[in-house]
């Protein structure tokens, strides 16, 4: 954050339960952080900022209402989407996929020389919005950046 120190994701670990999850949460919050939505915005950043705990966040109302609601514009969306939609959709979700497991050998190898690297850009997909929290499935049967496709696979807060 501009204006002082963002968490790191040891301090996200109480919530997410796992170094990959953590990572994927840090992700998600920098990424709601810049979103359109005012009310995650300010959700985001005051985890990141450290003024509230993801676990305060998470069952704020206000917040949770925020977050469900995009969940539903996302899921309507893809239930709106014609099959060639939905399976361009997929491949770019694929290749969105391959980058973000890139992004993450590249932070593990920096992170064991003792140095953070990070790359915005890979945040999210080629061509998209952000998608959000919404990264992998789980979250209220959401896919990835597209939204519902075909394929939707589990991650870090989805089953597996």
């Keep these: ?3 002082g120190r963002e968490v790191d994701q040891a301090e996200l670990l109480d919530v997410a339960k796992d170094e990959d999850r953590a990572r994927s949460l840090l992700r998600a919050l920098r990424t709601l952080s810049t979103g359109p939505d005012p ?3 300010e959700m985001a950043r005051g985890v990141l900022r ?6 305060q966040a998470f069952t704020d109302p206000e917040y949770t209402a925020a977050l ?3 969940a539903a514009k996302v899921r309507r969306a893809g239930e709106q989407r014609s099959d060639a939609e939905a399976r361009e959709a997929g491949e770019r979700f694929g290749e969105w996929q391959q980058a973000r497991r890139t992004e993450d050998a ?3 190898q920096g992170e064991d020389q003792g140095t953070s690297q990070s ?3 890979s945040r999210t997909a080629p061509g998209q919005q ?3 929290p919404w990264r992998h499935s789980g979250a209220g049967g959401v896919g990835g950046p597209g939204g519902l496709g075909g394929s939707r696979p589990a991650g870090p807060f989805g089953p597996r």
């Design 1 to 3: 954050m501009p204006d």
């Design 50 to 55: 450290g003024d509230l705990t993801a676990q």
């Design 106 to 108: 590249r932070e593990e």
């Design 39 to 41: 009310k995650l915005r």
């Design 68 to 70: 469900f609601s995009g």
């Design 130 to 132: 952000s998608a959000g």
């Design 119 to 121: 790359d915005t850009a």
